[in-house]
Nanobody, 122 residues
Framework: QVELVESGGGLVQAGGSLTLSCAAS????????MGWFRQAPGKEREFVAS????????FYADSVKGRFTISRDNAKNTVFLQMTSLKPEDTAVYFC???????????????WGPGTQVTVSS
């Protein structure tokens, strides 16, 4: 069982930066692939990024590649999402999630945080 809690969301102007954090409970955090998804109003939840259990492999959605960076600190049971050059279309609720497999599909993720709102103004 893994419990996840996101933090770091907020309001930022276009072109700005934010770093999201996700604190995980449980002793097995280092065994999980961690991911970030987002959901904008009226839209489906979409994959943003994922990172392997040891941090050596990372995947990104094309829409954020080169602007967002996912990382993790297994000693602190925390995963991060550094977001730069933010655009209004990045506005969404961002969710931290955990899985045992590599996947871009939300149905393959087992544990979810409650989400944190990111709003990018133009």
């Amino acid at each position: 069982q893994v419990e996840l809690v996101e933090s770091g969301g907020g309001l930022v102007q276009a072109g700005g930066s934010l770093t999201l954090s996700c604190a995980a409970s449980g002793r097995t955090f280092s065994r999980y692939v961690m991911g970030w998804f987002r959901q904008a109003p009226g839209k489906e939840r979409e994959f943003v990024a994922s990172i392997s259990s040891n941090g050596g492999i990372r995947f990104y959605a094309d829409s954020v590649k080169g602007r967002f960076t996912i990382s993790r600190d297994n000693a602190k049971n925390t995963v991060f999402l550094q977001m730069t050059s933010l655009k209004p279309e990045d506005t969404a609720v961002y969710f931290c999630t955990a899985t045992r497999v590599y996947s871009r599909s939300s149905i393959d993720y087992d544990y979810w945080g409650p989400g944190t709102q990111v709003t990018v103004s133009s």
